[in-house]
């Protein structure tokens, strides 16, 4: 067990090519393939025991912000997030327009804490982050105050507050109430680039994607999301509330 644990978290972690395991565990190339397969599934399972798996749909977001909503309202970032994919094997669905690359997206949403309560399917990277968000049709507590990115620009729910960074405008300045509420809400969004840090320092999610079964590129983001959540109980440091 332990080897097979070290086998998929070596997987995840550093992205070795297939032949790694090899002279590492014992083990020849094919097996390698249908061994990773296989412990990833039984690593989300192992997640799902203490629910540290984010949720993947409208549904079970609204019954998780909901059991832990309190008397102030959650707050909970929104942001999307760009997954690296191999060119090579990708159709031209997949080009971002931006990364000079092929890739993917997946929309969440995180807690005050940094912890990834919900986890959107995965899609082409040239997906607009507004329609996604329509798309998924996940819904806050009301009287939740949600923290965007200007990415989802006209992107609202009803009943939760909406706090979203001001674009300057056209040839002119903000005024200093606006530079002030700006630098408030990027002390939020510091807290989506660290969750970012978090899941992308799982290099499988970083790099580009050889595994090319379908679903897979899914359940890998999943698995990333879940170790994330499971690394922060462990983090010597906490944000101040």
């Given amino acids: 067990m332990a080897d097979k644990l070290l086998c998929i978290l070596t997987s995840v972690t550093q992205h070795p090519m297939q032949a790694m395991p090899g002279p590492l565990l014992g083990m020849s190339q094919s097996h390698a393939k249908k061994w990773i397969l296989l412990l990833h599934t039984m690593l989300n399972q192992a997640f799902g025991q203490p629910e540290l798996l984010p949720a993947r749909t409208a549904a079970e ?38 990364k000079q690359c092929q890739t993917i997206t997946n929309l969440r949403v995180l807690d005050e804490a940094g912890q990834i309560g919900f986890l959107s399917a995965t899609y082409a990277g040239k997906a607009n982050d507004t329609i996604l968000a329509e798309w998924e049709g996940y819904r806050l507590p009301p009287g939740s105050d949600l923290s965007q990115e200007m990415g989802f620009q006209g992107c609202v729910l009803a009943d939760v507050t909406i706090i979203q960074p001001q674009k300057k405008p056209r040839g002119g300045e903000l005024t200093l109430p606006e530079k002030a509420t700006k630098r408030r809400i990027s002390s ?52 101040a509330s």
């Fill in 61 to 98: 977001l609204a019954t998780l912000l909901t059991s832990q909503q309190t008397t102030e309202g959650p707050t909970s970032p929104l942001f999307g997030m760009i997954g690296r994919r191999d060119r090579s094997t990708a159709p031209p669905a997949y080009d971002s327009g931006k």
């Fill in 188 to 239: 939020i969004r510091i807290r989506i680039e660290h969750a970012i840090g978090g899941v992308k320092r799982y290099r499988m999610v970083k790099d580009n994607i050889r595994l090319l079964q379908d679903g897979m590129r899914d359940t890998m983001m999943e698995t990333c999301c879940g170790l994330h959540n499971d690394r922060l109980q462990y983090r010597p440091w906490h944000y």
